[in-house]
């Protein structure tokens, strides 16, 4: 009884009081983790917290479940225990005062310098963190009070840095602070927090946005000529006191990006150049970013008058036509991760993807950028309170308001669960099983299907009413104009309408309309037909008109017209579903490529009409499947390798569909454009055996297997992708010649084989070509046999091989033939790539090799990503050269770039250099999946079609051309000193 009575009295002097039941994923696991942090604090001297985690109780479940379901939260909580304990002494939230307090202090103490600083504020961030989490998922703080903490928190550290830092100045002599004992006052350094730390929404895992402006003549600046590089200076400084990682993690990642033209300016501007920019060239995403602008630290007084000068340039009190379709514009880019259809909930993004959180945000910003400036209570930085005014004025109503603050928050929350599992900055739900399961039941979920529904019904209900927003928006919609295309003379207002929606050659787009309604091809020669796309043509001229590439546009969808074979189902769904004709718009405007296709193969627009197609993932089983289905039945030799180009031709335009709308990463684009090459090349090579044996018969004990290189190997592949392949052979050693009509001796029979497995994928037939193929990374090259031996290949690769050859082999992976052969070359493969190396050697010839190709192949411009010094190239010789010497954390073999970088081991690369290059492979992916499904040749930086530059800032997720451009230079300097760090100063 008395044992009872004393677990009970622990129990509840443990102030954080869960109001949320958790369970985990694995009872079993979930307990004995339980019991390793018991075993920490018992060894840290933590007798009371020991007992406690060693008893039972809610608590304990509670706290079981998290640490099973976060291993970031396990393991912050493993090394540190005394976070725990002290909850036995303070609450949640007298704890994070008490913490706020000691930040604040940090940089005052006597002997405080930079490196102790950057410690002492990555501790208190990390206990923070952690205490934030749990009452956040312990249901003890709403998610209004965790994002205000997590941004009080991000302000404090900011803080801290620079009061530190402007006292190192004053001391050192660059700064004269008026009072030293409250260095930013009169400084003249302004740091706005921007975006979410602005509006006090800051996620879990968030980046911080900052933009830093000074005033020379503030009283602390001694040289106003010197203040642009001293400022700058002390800006870089508090940047990577606040972001780099060392082994005390990181306090906050600090993005610069928002100041005014990123790529050209410096760090902190003065406010008097700034002011000129703003009112000269600042455009409508600038202004959309300052409403939610927010002095943070230093010089506060100056940062509320600088915000002040620039009232005028964010309220406009009239709103000009030109800004109006500015907002448009911003909207179309919001949208060019729309779809239609069903919601995929694996893999789908909370924060960009449909009915997620930035759709209630924009919405709420718009407003704000055309009423703003005649309504000042429109002017907060925070979402849900101006939701609030908008239903107080009627722009909304109060239906509207409840379900969109409702379901913010809800979204939110999930952002948050998605984060607090490593502690990274995602937004995307978990593709398998297991991490939906995991995120459900971090949210209070009994398992994963009870969340998909309910995620799924928030999605359709912000996605419903934002539509309906839109809508009725005031001064968002106007008509639409005359639009007369009968006779044979253009009508003046016609041309003045066409003009107006952006096309440039009126009188030709009237030509070609007119060619619809005289029913001049198959899809419009019924009456019904050229009925349904008259009621269309407003439409489809508006939604051309937005790309902004109107009259290619429209020519290309009078080329896709020519080629239909009927047109009525297409136009009625073309006319109901408005989603649909944007995709139809985008790809006609933005993506060459993907409209070659459509136009040549009209039928494969039909996967489009397929409701489930954005809901359903590419995977290596889905593609499995409809192959299958596609190639079944007995079919002729020619008849197979025409189906295969179909399918295949089909299945990328949907692929890049999928990307297009958003529903998959460029990760998941780049998995299943390789999955895809897999089965069809594979579907291919079995064709050619049966085809080939039937001629000249079987070889005793012949297996054939592919080696999948390069990018397929590293399932990398782009839509525009040509196949990098070794094709290897073993046979009974005793075997001298097929045995068949007409007989042929294995290096004959093989090599023929060969051949003939070229000509079936890379011979154009009717239906195209399958891929383009090239075998020269196989043993000697474009001088060896097209099929080598598998004997003479292990040979090769361990006595003759070069350096980059076992480079290359690093991305190798046997993707068809028969599966012993397939095992035992990738069992040969591994074990080539963990021979013993001279390590100082590879690195020297692999930078050998870089510099060869930069002198031989410079890029053409910044955007030649491949070939830019800190490009692709740089990341993938990286990887290659850690898979080689051994300097790849253990665990199965993986041959995708990123896999390896994220997987770059300490004594070669520390945490910061993995992080930014592993930042800048998802950088560079994004950009070089969606160019390559748009364009079909290369990318000219002066002539991007409007669309596609929407598209890119869509899936990069940056506000502006100028930005993502100087976002790319930024990235490539940091992976070039990365590369030079790695493979030239060792």
């Known amino acids: 009884m008395a044992v009872k009575a004393a677990t009970e009295r622990v129990e509840t002097s443990w102030l954080l009081k869960p109001k949320a039941k958790l369970l985990p994923l694995d009872q079993s696991r979930a307990r004995r983790e339980l019991s390793e942090i018991a075993s920490a604090a018992q060894e840290e001297g933590l007798a009371r917290l020991a007992k406690f985690l060693a008893g039972k109780g809610v608590a304990q479940d509670f706290l079981a479940a998290i640490f099973d379901l976060s291993p970031f939260l396990r393991d912050k909580v493993r090394r540190r225990p005394r976070i725990l304990d002290a909850l036995f002494d303070e609450t949640v939230e007298a704890r994070l005062i008490a913490i706020g307090g000691a930040i604040d202090k940090a940089a005052w103490a006597e002997a405080t310098s930079e490196s102790s600083l950057m410690m002492e504020l990555r501790q208190w961030k990390a206990e923070a963190h952690v205490l934030i989490a749990l009452a956040d998922l312990a249901g003890e703080a709403e998610t209004a009070v965790t994002v205000r903490r997590l941004s009080d928190l991000a302000e404090g550290c900011i803080r801290a840095a620079v009061d530190f830092l402007l006292r190192d100045a004053h001391g050192q002599g660059k700064l004269k602070l008026p009072d030293a004992e409250d260095p930013a006052r009169q400084s003249g350094w302004i740091l706005l927090g921007m975006g979410k730390l602005g509006a006090h929404e800051l996620n879990f895992s968030s980046d911080i946005d900052l933009v830093v402006f000074f005033d020379p003549q503030a009283p602390a600046v001694v040289d106003p000529l010197d203040a642009t590089e001293l400022f700058s200076r002390l800006t870089r400084r508090l940047a990577r006191i606040l972001q780099d990682r060392t082994e005390h993690g990181y306090v906050f990642r600090t993005d610069l990006r928002l100041r005014p033209d990123p790529g050209s300016t410096p760090l902190a501007i003065p406010v008097e150049a700034a002011l000129n920019y703003y009112e000269a060239r600042g455009q409508n995403w600038e202004r959309a970013a300052m409403i939610k602008a927010r002095p943070v630290a230093g010089d506060l007084a100056a940062g509320a008058a600088f915000l002040k000068d620039l009232q005028p340039y964010i309220w406009r009190k009239y709103m000009d036509y030109a800004a109006i379709a500015d907002v448009h514009s911003i909207k179309r880019q919001i949208h060019a991760h729309k779809g239609h259809g069903e919601v995929a909930v694996k893999g789908h993004n909370v924060k960009l993807g449909r009915g997620g959180i930035r759709e209630i945000e924009f919405f709420v910003q718009t407003q704000q950028l055309i009423a703003g400036g005649r309504f000042p209570e429109l002017r907060g930085r925070e979402t849900v309170p101006v939701l609030d005014q ?194 139809l718009a985008t790809i006609m405007g933005a993506a060459p490529r993907l409209a070659a296709i459509i136009t040549r193969r009209p039928h494969v627009f039909d996967g489009l ?165 090239d075998l020269r990374l196989r043993p000697s090259g ?188 930024e990235t490539s300097q940091k992976v070039r000193k990365d590369f030079d760090l790695l493979l030239r100063a060792k």
């Open 390 to 583: 908008l239903a107080a004025r009627g722009w909304i109503t109060a239906e509207a308001r409840d379900a969109l603050v409702r379901q913010y928050w809800f979204l939110r929350r999930v952002e948050h669960a998605v984060q607090m599992v490593a502690d990274e900055q995602i937004h995307v739900l978990p593709e398998d099983d297991e991490g939906l399961e995991r995120i459900a039941r971090m949210l209070g979920f009994a398992d994963a299907a009870t969340f998909a529904e309910a995620f799924r019904a928030a999605l359709h209900q912000v996605e419903r009413h934002y539509a309906a927003l839109f809508e009725t928006a005031p001064e968002l919609s106007a008509g639409i104009g005359n639009l007369v295309f009968t006779g044979d003379v253009d009508d003046p207002d016609t041309l003045r309408t066409l003009r107006g929606l952006g096309f440039q050659r009126a009188s030709d787009i009237c030509r070609v309309i007119r060619g619809w309604h005289f029913g001049r091809y198959r899809v419009t020669q019924s009456a019904e037909a050229r009925e349904r796309l008259t009621e269309l043509t407003p439409a489809l001229l508006q939604s051309f008109g937005q790309t902004r590439r109107a009259d290619e546009a429209l020519i290309r969808f009078d080329e896709f017209l020519a080629g239909l074979p009927a047109g009525i189902q297409l136009f009625s769904l073309l006319q109901s579903n408005p989603a649909l004709l944007k995709l």
């Open 782 to 969: 474009n001088k060896g046999p097209v099929a080598t031996h598998v004997d003479a290949f292990k040979k090769y690769q361990r006595q003759d091989a070069w350096t980059w050859e076992h480079m290359a082999l690093s991305r190798a992976r046997a993707i068809g033939g028969d599966q012993a052969l397939c095992a035992e070359v990738e069992t040969e493969v591994a074990a080539v790539l963990a021979l013993p190396r001279d390590s100082a050697k590879v690195i020297a010839e692999a930078s050998e090799m870089r510099a060869m190709i930069e002198k031989e192949k410079p890029p053409h411009d910044l955007w030649d990503i491949k070939l830019i010094p800190g490009g692709l190239i740089d990341l993938e010789f990286i990887a290659q050269v850690a898979v080689i010497t051994g300097k790849v954390e253990a665990g199965r073999r993986v041959t995708g770039t990123a896999e390896i970088l994220s997987r770059l081991s300490p004594d070669f690369a520390d945490t910061q250099v993995r992080q930014e290059l592993c930042d800048a492979y998802v950088l560079y992916l994004a950009l070089t999946q969606m160019t390559r499904l748009c364009l079909t040749g290369v990318f000219e930086r002066h002539d991007v079609p409007p669309g596609l530059s929407d598209l890119l800032l869509a899936v990069t997720d940056l506000p502006d051309f100028g930005v993502l451009e100087a976002h790319l230079k």
């Open 609 to 773: 009409l397929d409701p489930a197609l954005l809901t359903e993932l590419p995977d290596r089983a889905y593609l499995s499947a409809r192959l299958a289905a596609f190639l079944e039945g007995d079919r002729a030799y020619e008849d197979v390798l025409d189906r295969l180009r179909i399918f295949a031709s089909e299945q990328k335009f949907l692929i890049g569909v999928r990307l297009l709308a958003g529903s998959i990463d460029p990760a998941r684009a780049g998995r299943a454009f390789s999955d895809l090459a897999d089965l069809t090349i594979g579907a291919a090579l079995q064709a050619v055996i049966a085809e080939f044996s039937a001629r000249h018969g079987r070889i005793a004990g012949g297996r054939v297997a592919l080696l999948g290189m390069g990018k397929l190997g590293s399932r990398e592949l782009t839509a525009g992708s040509d196949v990098d392949l070794i094709l290897l052979y073993d046979h009974d050693a005793d075997a001298e010649e097929s045995r068949g009509d007409k007989p042929l001796a294995p290096s004959h029979y093989y090599s023929r084989m060969t051949q003939r497995l070229i000509a079936a994928v890379s011979a154009p037939t009717a239906e195209g070509v399958l891929y383009e193929l």
